[in-house]
């Protein structure tokens, strides 16, 4: 177990189609170790992608449950292998930031009900429905998989980007 360090934009890492895990070996379950380490170690994070840690994997790992947005309606820490999503409806645009676009955060639109895949550490397949902040945070995660970052989804160039404040 230990806390990473995390990969900044523009890194190429960022960028990349993760490949599906094949097999959920002592690797992935380390893996899987570091990115929740990381993820608790963040300030305010509810999520790590495997490419934010220098890794090309499919996995990511998410937890709202201390939020205040996500603390009514969650599932709690999920470890996500090969994570699809099944089906998504229903829409919001909310503010968004990145550990990896650490001085930045932005107005993206994103679904708010979706229907979700995975596999676990242990090997079962699990499925559910997620809405509001997790499916958010699930739509956040899974696009670092894909090689997209918030900012390719920001809602409008003209008022969705934000340089954040200094607090030195």
Known sequence: ??????????????????????????????????????????????????????????????DVSKNRHGKENNHGLLLMINPE????????????????????????????????RFTEPDGNVREFEASGFEAVAIQHEMDHLDGFLFLDRIASLKTGLFRRKSYK
Do not use: F
Request: negative net charge.
């Open 85 to 116: 999503i099944l089906a998504k409806s229903g829409g919001a645009v909310m503010r968004e930031g990145c550990m990896s676009v650490p001085d930045y955060t932005g107005d993206v639109e994103r679904a708010t009900e979706l229907t979700l």
């Open 1 to 62: 177990m230990a806390v990473k360090p995390i990969v900044i934009y523009p890194d190429p890492i960022l960028k990349q189609v993760c490949p599906p895990v094949q097999a959920i070996d002592d690797e992935i379950r380390q893996l899987i170790e570091d990115l929740v380490d990381t993820m608790h170690a963040g300030p305010g994070s509810v999520g790590v992608a495997a490419p934010q840690i220098g890794v090309s994997r499919r996995v990511c790992v998410i």
